[in-house]
């Protein structure tokens, strides 16, 4: 009996995640509500199944609905949401030094002769490109974002250097749909931003701009017991509810 490939057991976990609230947190960094993200994961395990041809001849050349465009919709979608002008120069950066890192792979690494290396391409592809989106990206959205496009720029790269050596070959972007490395890429990106994020806050005393709204209104809330009335908190001021995404 064949195993549950990794990429359908990640995305599997991930929606458990949001459908009980424990990734909230994660979502509202990157604008995207519970429902918007489960309706994406729905929609890219179905579309994983969708392959559509582009072009024929000795370079076949074929796009996944799972694996690359519903993963290049979020992307536009979450570029358009960024909050700075910087984060999106930031997020372009970090896609173009993931899509660098993930062609250059296959120079220094025996990973395309899969028998002899340590562990399955498409996965050490994806935990590559999601690394390095988050050391150049930072924040949660400009992560996903270069994580993602990491994975789809290497196999541009790959796509010109068949059809500049007039090589004949097949490109399949996205071609492995819920299980590519395209979708694990910006997961992983996204999870290394998040544990990084929240390890930090932890040394530096917890977070204190991330509680709910109605949460940190009480937290930011004093009751005086003598005229049985509320006050706001010295602490409570225009900033109290500013967000670091």
Do not use: C, W
Not at 18 to 42: C, E, N, P, S
Not at 54 to 83: D, T
């Amino acid at each position: 009996m064949s195993s549950m490939p990794i990429g359908m057991i990640t995305l599997i976990i991930v929606a458990v995640l949001i459908y009980f609230g424990i990734a909230q947190r994660i979502l509202d960094r990157m604008r995207l509500t519970d429902k918007q993200a489960l309706a994406y994961i729905v929609l890219t395990i179905v579309g994983s199944f969708i392959t559509l041809p582009i072009m024929g001849g000795p370079v076949e050349v074929s796009v996944n609905l799972g694996g690359a465009i519903l993963p290049l919709l979020l992307v536009a979608y979450l570029f358009y949401r960024a909050g700075t002008l910087t984060e999106r120069i930031r997020a372009v950066v970090a896609s173009l030094l993931a899509g660098a890192v993930v062609a250059i792979i296959p120079r220094i690494t025996p990973i395309q002769e899969p028998s002899g290396f340590f562990m399955d391409p498409t996965y050490f592809y994806a935990i590559v490109s999601g690394l390095v989106a988050y050391l150049a990206g930072r924040s949660r959205r400009s992560a996903f974002i270069a994580g993602t496009m990491g994975i789809i720029i290497g196999d541009f790269v790959h796509l010109f250097q068949l059809l500049n050596g007039r090589i004949p070959g097949r490109v399949d972007i996205g071609g492995a749909g819920a299980f590519d490395a395209t979708v694990i890429a910006g997961i992983v990106a996204v999870m290394i931003a998040e544990l990084v994020g929240e390890t930090r806050e932890r040394i530096q005393g917890g977070p204190s701009h991330h509680h709910p709204a109605g949460l940190e209104k009480g937290l930011n809330t004093k009751f005086d017991l003598n005229t049985k009335r509320t006050e706001p908190s010295a602490e409570e001021g225009p900033e109290a509810g500013e967000r670091h995404e």
